[in-house]
Nanobody, 122 residues
């Protein structure tokens, strides 16, 4: 099993930056592609950014040019650097890892963290 724990959320003013992180623990070699999702109050969960094991990235149009996803494989941490934050970025941010699917990687196809709240407010 893989455990994901997000850290670093908080209250920031519009235009400021914040970096959140997701610590991967447990059977870390089973975590393949990873992603950040977010869910604003009253809305569904949406993909923010994804990062394949090969390093390919994908971003939601609303965050392109402002957010950067990265991963430290040695430390088993996934990051999301968020710059020029605006009110619409307010949400709970969730980390997701895809099961690499090897025989020793039992469990779900995807693992999720519990989320970290990011609030953009003046």
């Amino acid at each position: 099993q893989v455990q994901l724990d997000e850290f670093g959320g908080g209250l920031v003013q519009p235009g400021n930056s914040l970096r959140i992180q997701c610590v991967v623990s447990g059977n870390t070699i089973c975590a393949n592609d990873m992603a950040w999702y977010r869910q604003a109050s009253g809305r569904g969960r949406e993909l923010v950014a994804s990062l394949t094991i090969d390093g390919a990235t994908n971003y939601a149009d609303s965050v392109k040019g402002r957010f950067t996803i990265s991963r430290d494989h040695k430390q088993n941490v996934l990051y999301l650097q968020m710059n020029n934050l605006n009110f619409e970025d307010t949400a709970v941010y969730f980390c997701q890892a895809k099961n690499i699917g090897m025989p020793w990687c039992s469990g779900d196809d995807f693992w999720w963290g519990r989320g970290t709240q990011v609030t953009v407010s003046s």
